[in-house]
């Protein structure tokens, strides 16, 4: 079941069609049961990908501050392996960043396979913030969809699974988050004058979403609005979308492997195999002469 709307084409969108609050027919304390129960496929899924090294994993999430980014890594993806995961942020470019294309910083984090790589932000930000604080021109904008979809297609022929996920919430669940980190001495590091200042710039960003998500969705990278106002339904909706994405793959991972098994054990067999007659010929050869039959001659 998909709690997340995918999109996997190119079409014209706009995001008050996606209630933010939404949960569908679940509640707080079955969805826990159930995100467990996905953390241990995921988990299971993760150990295929890395020990077939066929596929790799990257999954991009993108939303307005406050969205939940950071939750969906802590909760979401914590029933993974460290060893088989990173995570990539994305911010203000470095002077050697800025002095290339805008591409090739994120190149370089891309997974390689057997990994999974999560973008918290990511190539998004050079078609979001750089369009609304108009910092390029809407033609500069445009040439960067179709080099982000000729990149992302790039990832996929080469095996990666491309999930994109933006977390979509509300105005006023934004400000009550904003305002809860002010309250929280726990949270109060993330506080930052820049939050309330880019809510100016709501309806903005609304609209640069709307044309980044509709541009951007193709079947090989395909992006999931996620009613995100709702933390344990966002959790829900993103694991949902992983397994059931990975889910199928898991018969190719098992059939490699199952290959891979019987190419080692005929390995081991032909070094035991070798092995073996290297100890007999040792043998034959350090007892094919009587030490009795050795004499001296005067």
């Not at 990908?49 to 939303?63: E, M, N, P, R, W």
């Not at 390029?136 to 996929?156: P, Y």
Request: glycine share 6%; hydrophobic share 35%.
């Amino acid at each position: 079941m998909s709690y997340a709307a995918k999109l996997d084409k190119e079409q014209k969108i706009k995001l008050n069609d996606y209630a933010p609050d939404d949960k569908g027919d679940e509640d707080k304390d079955t969805s826990a049961v159930v995100i467990a129960k996905l953390g241990q496929e995921l988990c299971e899924l993760q150990e295929w990908l890395y020990a077939a090294q066929s596929h790799s994993v990257l999954i991009v999430l993108q939303g307005l501050d406050t969205s939940g980014k950071d939750g969906t890594i802590a909760h979401v993806m914590a029933s993974m392996n460290p060893q088989g995961c990173d995570v990539a942020s994305f911010k203000v470019p470095t002077p050697l960043e800025a002095g290339h294309d805008f591409l090739w910083r994120i190149h370089q984090q891309t997974p390689p396979k057997g990994m999974v790589t999560i973008f918290n932000r990511s190539h998004y930000e050079d078609v979001l913030v750089t369009r609304v604080h108009k910092l390029v021109s809407d033609d500069v904008v445009k040439k960067r969809f179709t080099h982000i979809k000729n990149f992302e297609q790039l990832l996929a022929d080469n095996n990666t699974i491309i999930l994109k996920f933006f977390l979509n919430i509300s105005k006023d669940e934004q400000k009550a988050r904003l305002e809860a980190r002010e309250q929280d001495e726990e949270k109060a590091w993330k506080l930052s004058p820049g939050d309330w200042e880019e809510r100016q710039f709501w309806d903005a960003y609304t609209s640069a979403y709307e044309d980044v998500l509709g541009a951007t969705a193709t079947k090989s990278a395909p992006w999931y609005i996620v009613p995100a106002n709702r933390k344990w339904f966002r959790n829900l909706a993103i694991a949902t979308a992983l397994v059931e994405t990975l889910r199928p793959y898991k018969k190719d991972w098992e059939e490699t492997l199952k290959k891979l098994g019987a190419e080692r054990k005929a390995e081991l067999a032909e070094m035991r195999r070798t092995e073996g007659a290297s100890d007999k010929g040792g043998k034959r050869k350090s007892g094919g002469q009587n030490p009795g039959s050795t004499h001296e001659t005067s």
